[in-house]
């Protein structure tokens, strides 16, 4: 067993590599700029349009240096060799895209970026031209120029340069000719040989997945995009009651589910086994989210019993202060209906694997065996028969771990609980992506654990599994 359980382990570190690369270029390849949605709302307010411009763009290369995202993605890339190994310097994404575009096209990054420092001494002076009043189409000329170092396609750069040629001052035209001139040299000095021949940029462990692979190992996720937050912080305050509820409505479940199965089973055909398979099926049909807006509607106040608070984990008066046992009580008083809502529903499913798994057992000669020595049937059933029987309960164990920390959206909602199901759908509203990718994550590392955990499992409960032969 010792050495299966290495084995396993072992094999699970380049499983949890996969995992987390999976995880980390899924967040790369997600849409949208973190840096500007995290830097949001903090425009300037007028002003000195350069000395705001500057201002803005010092923040935003700041806010970027912070998150890491100055730094290559990983520790090497395999690019055309007409590609330089330093685009990812340029901050903004849009701008390395359309940059890359034209590199793919015309194979020359020198030219390449003799057209984008061009493009930048234009817009600096743009912003530090003096307002005119006479300027009528400045308006329009600064949204071109917003829109032009991001564009991907050629000949639509030369179009917008000539709409941008006619509506800018003669003050500014010098800053224009060098730009289009520089656009202009791109056919004529193109390589595009360079962009069938591969290259290898090799950036070693100063790379965004290091910083990000080392941090999740030290329990870091980074900040979160909605609030700027470290993520570690919001999922250990978001995980505890989601754990809290669903460990003991799982153990509720299994309680109640697993001797419903053996009865159900040991009387197949009786009126018990009629009758638990008829509630439990009720149950099953019920949604959960129904039976948690009736059990608030008709026992949490209003015009029906009041014996439960409607939503929430705790009372507002709530107090670390208070004894022990006082918090534990006020805890359970505003959980109780939550954890029955969640247990009701996987009570028909698990009793129903454990009838059919113990009426396969039944038929073994094994059982005929023990039956024919004068073994009770109490003894047949519970010594015998049940421990083989568990498998299938065991094997839906496995997911048992990743449930415990996933939550429920729609219950969590509904009872007004800060756990991981309302964090994680919160998430996705705001495309909160590193808070996404650290709850996926997680979850792939506790299916993984959950899979160690039954194999375990299944040897101590049927002696006929023995890994020690492997």
């Avoid at 003669?170 to 962009?195: C, D, F, G, I, M």
């Avoid at 009701?344 to 094994?366: C, K, T």
């Amino acid at each position: 067993m010792g050495a299966y359980l290495l084995r396993r382990v072992l094999f699970f570190l380049p499983t949890l590599l996969l995992i987390t690369l999976l995880s980390f270029f899924i967040s790369q390849s997600a849409p949208g700029d973190p840096v500007e949605q995290m830097l949001a709302g903090r425009a300037g307010g007028g002003g000195d349009q350069l000395a705001e411009r500057q201002a803005t763009r010092q923040a935003y290369l700041e806010k970027r240096r912070e998150l890491g995202l100055d730094l290559p993605i990983f520790y090497f890339a395999v690019a055309p060799l007409a590609e330089p190994e330093t685009l990812y310097r340029i901050p903004e994404v849009p701008v390395q895209d359309a940059l890359r575009r034209l590199v793919y096209k015309f194979g020359n990054w020198e030219a390449v970026e003799a057209y984008y420092h061009a493009l930048l001494r234009l817009d600096s002076a743009f912003y530090a031209a003096p307002p005119d009043s006479g300027w009528k189409d400045r308006t329009e000329a600064q949204a071109i120029l917003t829109l032009l170092p991001q564009e991907k396609n050629y000949e639509e750069i030369l179009y917008k340069l000539k709409q941008l040629a006619i509506r800018l001052p003669a003050s500014l035209r010098p800053y224009w000719a060098a730009v289009n001139q520089a656009a202009q040299a791109l056919p004529e000095t193109a390589q595009p040989w360079k962009v069938y021949i591969p290259a290898l940029h090799w950036y070693g462990t100063q790379n965004q997945y290091h910083r990000w692979l080392v941090g999740l190992l030290q329990g870091d996720f980074g900040l979160s995009y909605q609030d700027k937050r470290p993520i570690s912080s919001k999922l250990g305050e978001a995980v505890r009651w989601s754990l809290v509820i669903n460990l003991i409505s799982i153990a509720l479940a299994y309680l109640i589910a697993i001797p419903l199965g053996v009865v159900a089973a040991v009387r197949r055909g009786q009126w018990q086994d009629r009758t638990i398979g008829l509630v439990l099926f009720m149950l099953d049909s019920l949604p959960s989210f129904w039976v948690g807006t009736l059990a608030i509607v008709f026992l949490c106040g209003g015009d029906y019993l009041n014996l439960f608070p409607p939503g929430g984990v705790q009372s507002t008066e709530h107090s670390p202060e208070w004894p022990l046992l006082e918090r534990l009580a006020d805890w359970g008083y505003h959980l109780i209906l939550p954890v029955l809502v969640y247990t009701y529903g996987s009570l028909a499913f698990l009793s129903r694997q454990m009838r059919a798994a113990l009426l396969e057992v039944l038929r073994q000669d094994y059982i005929r065996t023990a039956r024919a020595k004068g073994l009770s049937e109490r003894q047949v059933i519970w010594k015998h028969a049940f421990r083989n029987s568990l498998i299938p309960i065991i094997t839906l164990l496995a997911s048992v771990f990743p449930a415990m920390i996933s939550g429920s959206v729609i219950l969590e909602t509904i009872f007004s609980i800060p756990g991981m199901g309302f964090l994680s759908y919160g998430a996705m509203v705001a495309r909160d992506y590193p808070v996404i990718i650290a709850v996926f994550t997680i979850g792939a590392v506790l299916t993984m654990v959950g899979i160690l955990v039954a194999d375990v499992l299944y040897a101590l409960v049927d002696p006929r599994i023995s890994y020690a032969r492997r």
